[in-house]
Each structure stands twice: as C-alpha cells, then as structure tokens.
C-alpha cells in the first residue's frame, strides 16, 4: 500500500464549476499538510498548508484534514481555467521539510 | 519565477555518457533538495543539504552524485544511467531545516532522457 494515494484523473470541469481533490493516507503520525500547484514543464508551487485537522480557506483554496480519517482535501471555487494543472498533496510527520507526495491529480477547467 | 534556476531543462544521454544537472538559487535559502519526478509516480526524494553539508541521502543509487559547493549551487552528477532513470529532475531550495511549515521553492526542472 502506497503512504499516499491521490487519484491521478485528469479530472475535467466546467469554468465556475467546484474543484474537489482529495489525498488519503495510511501512517497516522502525519501531521504537517500541503498542497501544491504544478503546471505544465514547471516544477510544483506551494497552495496551501495545514496542521493537524480541520479547514483553513485562502481566497478561492479551502483545504481540508481529517485525521480520523486518514483523508485531506483542497476545494476550488468558482474554477478558471488558468487552474488547469497538476495538483499535488503532500504530508509529513514533522515540520523539518522531509514531506511524502502523493502523485498528484490532473485538473482541466474548461471554458 | 521561482528564484531557482535548474539547467539545462532538457537532457538526452546515452547508457555510458557523464552529464551534470545544475541548479542555482537566489533566495538566500540554506537548504536545498534533489527530487525524482517520474511519469504518474510521486516526487521522490533524493537528496537534501543544509548549509553545504548532506543531511540525507534516499538510498539513491551511487551513480547519482551529487556535490553542493555553497548554499546556492547544487549540481547532480550522472554517469552510467539506466533507460529507468528517465525523468525530472527537480532542484528545490527552502529557508533551513526544522522551521514549521518549511516551504519549498522548487525550479523548472531537467527533463532527462536515458537512451
């Protein structure tokens, strides 16, 4: 089993549309979340990050830690097609920079 | 752009060439990172320096070697590859090790082809 599984789409929405991505994971000592934005022949750029669970919202990004679960989420509203890209989660156990990827998921905003 | 520039962005090597990837970042960062980038796989970590010195090495293979000279050069040497080590090749650099939620700016990448 993999340490992160993301489904790798591509996943394909209207513009305006919500974007729901989600990453699970098995080790529960995880505590230290990130999401990053890859675009194409670029390398990833970091979204969002969030410790232990629950919500934190940053403009259009709200992303999501459910610990019981073992389950992380990241929300795009009202979708743009410059949000086409590869989105990437990532997670750690301590804060020092050592974070397990999850293979990331393809998304196509389509006008 | 992200202040880390990797060259050159695209490589084509053969089985029994030596080749060097070069990164180079201007965010006054001490730390900075090797990663693997592979076709539908997750990043995988190859190396970290802090302040010049090695703090990790992923079980990665010795004809990769890398050198950090000064915290804002890495280079990864390359020498006899395999046709498996197709991929991107990632630099990335963060301000240390150890801070809370240590951000990692990444470059272009290396797309390297192994024939």
């Known amino acids: 089993q993999k340490e992160v599984e993301q489904d790798p789409g591509p996943l394909s929405v209207p513009e305006g549309a919500i974007v729901s991505l989600n990453c699970t994971y098995s080790n529960s000592a995880f505590q230290y979340f990130m999401w990053y934005r890859q675009y194409s022949r670029k390398g990833p750029e970091l979204l969002m990050y969030t410790y232990s669970s629950g919500n934190k919202e940053d403009g259009r990004f709200t992303a999501q830690v459910d610990k019981s679960s073992k389950y992380i989420s990241l929300f795009i509203r009202d979708s743009q097609p410059s949000d086409s890209a590869t989105y990437l989660c990532?997670?750690?156990?301590?804060?020092?920079?050592?974070?397990?990827f999850g293979a990331g998921t393809q998304v196509v905003v389509t006008p | 752009e992200t202040g880390v520039t990797q060259t050159p962005r695209h490589l084509v090597m053969g089985m029994t060439n030596k080749k060097s990837l070069k990164c180079e970042q201007h965010l006054g960062h001490n730390a900075m990172y090797w990663y693997k980038q592979s076709a539908k796989k997750p990043l995988e970590l190859m190396f970290v320096y802090n302040f010049k010195e090695q703090t990790e090495n992923n079980s990665v293979p010795s004809r990769f070697s890398p050198e950090c000279p000064n915290s804002s050069h890495l280079f990864l040497h390359l020498h006899t590859l395999q046709p498996e080590d197709s991929a991107l090749y990632l630099c990335?650099?963060?301000?240390?090790?150890?801070?809370?939620?240590?951000?990692?700016?990444f470059g272009s990448g290396t797309q390297l082809s192994v024939l």
């Open positions: 990335a650099s963060s301000q240390d090790l150890g801070r809370l939620y240590e951000k990692l700016f």
């Open positions: 990532a997670m750690s156990t301590d804060s020092w920079g050592k974070f397990q």
